[in-house]
């Protein structure tokens, strides 16, 4: 993980899920935040970790960043510390075109990484599920996507699904959805997620109570 906390962070959000966090989210902060449900190779396995972000535009053939490649900005983006981080894809505005796939995205498990969140289609879902990490993207292609988009700039802010996605800010996903908490709000949210998780529980009880069953 990316600090000593991490991991706890971690544990606290895959035990609330994404709804409460989404809630908490909504009482300290007033921009959007939630990412409604996405699809993966593995609905079982949550994802959590601060964001490394590239951000794709439609393709051209004239500009001098054409030729810079998925690896180059990769490694821009991860850094030297790229453990536990997860790495998020804008959609350059075709989200139903491949971004990647178990090839490129192998270099995620080679470095330790959370996993990848996506907004738009990722190839080689099987490959995927193998490699271990988290995935949560569009859906699943089939036919490459590089003549239609290209990874352009690392680290730099990026929409995802309607949600500005800054590098450093925390990102969870799981099958409900998914949701971005700045970095500096990442205890305040998991506080509040809680407090809100024990509130749904005590109605839950008193909903129960007053209509026992006949």
């Given at each position: 993980?990316?600090?000593?906390?991490?991991?706890?962070?971690?544990?606290?959000?895959?035990?609330?899920?994404?709804?409460?966090?989404?809630?908490?989210?909504?009482?300290?902060h007033h921009h959007r935040a939630?990412?409604?449900?996405?699809?993966?190779?593995?609905?079982?396995?949550?994802?959590?970790?601060?964001?490394?972000?590239?951000?794709?535009?439609?393709?051209?053939?004239?500009?001098?960043?054409?030729?810079?490649?998925?690896?180059?900005?990769?490694?821009?983006?991860?850094?030297?510390?790229?453990?536990?981080?997860?790495?998020?894809?804008?959609?350059?505005?075709?989200?139903?075109?491949?971004?990647?796939?178990?090839?490129?995205?192998?270099?995620?498990?080679?470095?330790?990484?959370?996993?990848?969140?996506?907004?738009?289609?990722?190839?080689?879902?099987?490959?995927?599920?193998?490699?271990?990490?988290?995935?949560?993207?569009?859906?699943?292609?089939?036919?490459?996507?590089?003549?239609?988009?290209?990874?352009?700039?690392?680290?730099?802010?990026?929409?995802?699904?309607?949600?500005?996605?800054?590098?450093?800010?925390?990102?969870?996903?799981?099958?409900?959805?998914?949701?971005?908490?700045?970095?500096?709000?990442?205890?305040?949210?998991?506080?509040?997620?809680?407090?809100?998780?024990?509130?749904?529980?005590?109605?839950?009880?008193?909903?129960?109570?007053?209509?026992?069953?006949?």
């Amino acid at each position: 993980m990316s600090s000593e906390h991490d991991t706890e962070y971690a544990a606290t959000a895959a035990r609330l899920g994404c709804a409460p966090l989404v809630d908490a989210m909504g009482r300290l902060h007033h921009h959007r935040a939630h990412i409604v449900a996405l699809s993966s190779p593995e609905p079982t396995r949550p994802l959590f970790g601060q964001a490394v972000t590239l951000a794709y535009l439609p393709y051209r053939d004239d500009l001098p960043q054409t030729g810079t490649g998925f690896g180059e900005l990769f490694d821009q983006a991860i850094g030297d510390d790229p453990a536990g981080k997860v790495l998020v894809l804008s959609s350059g505005g075709y989200r139903d075109v491949s971004h990647a796939g178990g090839t490129k995205l192998s270099r995620v498990a080679r470095h330790g990484l959370a996993g990848v969140l996506a907004d738009g289609r990722l190839r080689d879902f099987a490959q995927l599920r193998d490699h271990g990490f988290a995935t949560w993207c569009q859906g699943e292609a089939t036919r490459w996507g590089g003549d239609t988009i290209m990874p352009f700039a690392a680290n730099v802010a990026v929409e995802i699904a309607g949600v500005c996605v800054t590098p450093g800010d925390y990102v969870f996903a799981d099958a409900a959805g998914a949701v971005v908490i700045p970095r500096a709000s990442i205890e305040r949210v998991l506080q509040e997620a809680a407090r809100i998780d024990a509130e749904d529980a005590e109605s839950v009880a008193r909903i129960l109570d007053e209509h026992p069953p006949r």
